[in-house]
C-alpha cells in the first residue's frame, strides 16, 4: 500500500489524480479508506464494488488487505481507471478489476445489476442520489457502505421512501475517528433486502 501511494505522489505531480497533500496521504487516503473493514466480514464467493474510485480509494487498499475477494473499481474518469488498474497489478494488488463507466449506465447491464455483495464509495455525491446509483448493483441480502464527513445528517432527512423503493434501509450509521487526528468520519450502513425493480 506504501509503494501504492509513493506512486501515486509521482503520478500526481503530471496527472492531478488526488488534491490531498502527500504528508496526508496515510491518514486521510489508507487509514479512511480501511475504516470501511470495521463492516466488512469476508465470506466465500463475496464480491466488492468501489463506486467513483478516483486514485483508487477505498477500494485499492480495501483490496490489498482482503487479497481473496474480487474487486471491481469503477470510476467515469478513463486516466484514473488505467492509473489505478496498472499501478495495483504493478504493487502485487493483483484482485482488482478496473472499470471506466458511470454507476448508473453499469446498473443497467445485467453483468452488473445486483451482483455485488458490498458497494462501497467515498465522496461521490449526496446521499439520495449515491443510493440511487449504488442500490441496483446491490445484490439482495447486500450491504452498501457510504462514507461520509459531518454534513452527512442533512442528507439523510426524507430518505426513507426513497430507500425502502429499493427495497433497503439505513441499518446503522458509525462514526469513525481517524487514528492520530480529530477527524470524523461516518460509515452509513445501508442493508438492501429484495431486488431492484427495473422502473
Known amino acids: 500500500m506504501l509503494e501504492y ?7 500526481n505531480a503530471s496527472f492531478n ?3 490531498i497533500p502527500r504528508n496526508e496521504y496515510v491518514t486521510l487516503h489508507l487509514l479512511d479508506s480501511l475504516s470501511c473493514l470495521l463492516e466488512i466480514t469476508p465470506q466465500a464467493e463475496m464480491e466488492i464494488i468501489d463506486v467513483g474510485t478516483g486514485a483508487g480509494f477505498p477500494g485499492i487498499p480495501l483490496a490489498a488487505m482482503l487479497p481473496e475477494i474480487p474487486f471491481t473499481l469503477v470510476d ?4 484514473k481507471i ?25 446498473a443497467r447491464q445485467p453483468a ?13 455525491a449526496a ?8 442500490l441496483p448493483l ?26 425502502s423503493g429499493f427495497g433497503a434501509k439505513i441499518e446503522k450509521i458509525r462514526p469513525v475517528l481517524l487514528p492520530g487526528t480529530d477527524i470524523q468520519r461516518f460509515l452509513i450502513i445501508v442493508r438492501k433486502a429484495t431486488r431492484t425493480s427495473q422502473k
Open 112 to 124: 452488473y445489476r445486483g451482483r455485488f455483495d458490498v458497494v462501497v464509495s467515498r465522496a461521490v
Open 76 to 79: 467515469a474518469t478513463a486516466k
Open 5 to 11: 501511494l509513493n506512486i501515486l505522489e509521482i503520478t
Open 127 to 134: 446521499f439520495p442520489m449515491l443510493m440511487e446509483w449504488l
Open 138 to 163: 446491490t445484490a439482495p441480502g447486500g450491504t452498501v457502505i457510504a462514507m461520509k464527513g459531518s454534513g452527512y445528517q442533512s442528507e439523510i432527512v426524507d430518505t426513507q421512501k426513497l430507500l
Open 17 to 19: 489524480l488526488t488534491r
Open 82 to 106: 488505467r492509473f489505478v488498474t496498472e499501478t495495483a497489478k504493478q504493487c502485487g494488488i493483483l484482485n482488482v478489476v478496473g472499470v471506466h463507466g458511470r454507476a448508473e449506465a453499469l
